[in-house]
């Protein structure tokens, strides 16, 4: 089993800075992926931003160029830096670990970005 704990939302302006992290404990392979997904009210959950172990990333369309995604693999964590942010972020982020061939999923942070 895994858990992830996730923090960093909040309300912000358009235009403003956000970091989110998450942080993963219990049976945790050394090969795994992380990131995050999003989801709004009446939206299917998205990719917002996902890092395997090794290092390589892919992003949604729509973050990519505003959103940054890291990892530290000593400490199971996972950042993303969210830069001008807009209206349409407005969502409730949640970590994502794809490990041992399953996927765990945090209870999720509410980012709220105002116009």
């Known amino acids: 089993q895994v858990q992830l704990v996730e923090s960093g939302g909040d309300l912000v302006q358009a235009g403003g800075s956000l970091r989110l992290s998450c942080a993963a404990s219990?049976?945790?392979?050394?090969?795994?992926?992380m990131g995050w997904y999003r989801q709004a009210p009446g939206k299917q959950r998205e990719l917002v931003a996902r890092?395997?172990?090794?290092?390589?990333?892919n992003y949604g369309d729509s973050v990519k160029g505003r959103f940054t995604i890291s990892r530290d693999n000593a400490k199971n964590t996972v950042y993303l830096q969210m830069n001008s942010l807009k209206p349409e972020d407005t969502a409730l982020y949640y970590c994502?670990?794809?490990?041992?061939?399953?996927?765990?999923w945090g209870q999720g942070t509410q980012v709220t970005v105002s116009s």
């Open positions: 994502n670990m794809f490990n041992r061939g399953y996927n765990y």
């Open positions: 219990g049976s945790i392979f050394s090969i795994n992926a």
């Open positions: 890092m395997t172990s090794a290092g390589s990333t």
